[in-house]
């Protein structure tokens, strides 16, 4: 009888050991699913970071507004004010994310501020794709180091992009980049569409024709 006891509670630690393993086994792949979702979640959101970064700092530094001031922008009030960040420049179709070429008109940094919920897919080690959607927003900061926002133009824009989805432990993932107008990239890629800057034009605000580019140029 002794043995029989014996036997039965030797089965039962075995029992509980084995289950316990699986249970750790069952945490550790949950926990390496969440980890694979959260870094596509982020590899996402950098994708679309670099994107932002690619595009002009403002409409009033893409190549087109250049030419037609025949100005390359210098100072803090060349830039547009907040109330033309969005909708208000970034054309009727949007900003495709993923393919930015379906969106022309989508060519500067503060284009993307105030989009909701775009869907996009981030491709897993597996060949299978996540889906997730994204919020943009995008706001003048004092410095590169996002020290403090603000109301007026500036050299600098914070750039925030959240990631949701039911598959992220948390709901969502937010990443946040500055991007600092560089005069350099501004006149290359001016240059790459309509050859050398002259440069001879009037700053925004200027007076004269200034005023009238500044109203046909507004977003």
Known sequence: MGQTLLAILALVLASLV????????????ENMVQN????????????????AGSRSYDDHSTPGVMYSRNYLPKYDDDFVALDAFGAADRGGSGCD?????????????????????????AELSTGQSLPFTVD?????????????????S??????TVT??????????????????????KAELDY????????G?????GSGGDGDTCQEVFCG
């Open 18 to 29: 084995s289950f316990n393993q699986q249970r750790n086994s069952i945490s550790n792949y």
């Open 200 to 204: 001879g034009g009037q700053p925004w």
């Open 36 to 51: 694979e979702i959260e870094m596509a979640a982020a590899g996402t959101i950098m994708h679309i970071l670099e994107f």
């Open 97 to 121: 994310l993923m393919q930015p070429f379906q969106t022309a008109q989508c060519n500067d940094v503060d284009d993307l501020d105030g989009l909701r919920a775009v869907p996009v897919n």
């Open 136 to 152: 943009i927003d995008v706001e003048y900061v004092m410095d590169r180091e996002a020290t403090q926002s603000s109301d007026e």
């Open 154 to 159: 500036t050299l600098h824009k914070l750039v």
């Open 163 to 184: 990631a949701h989805s039911d598959y992220l432990p948390q709901g969502e993932v937010s990443i946040q980049r500055v991007v600092s107008y560089d005069p350099v």
């Open 191 to 198: 240059e790459s569409v309509h050859g050398v800057l002259d």
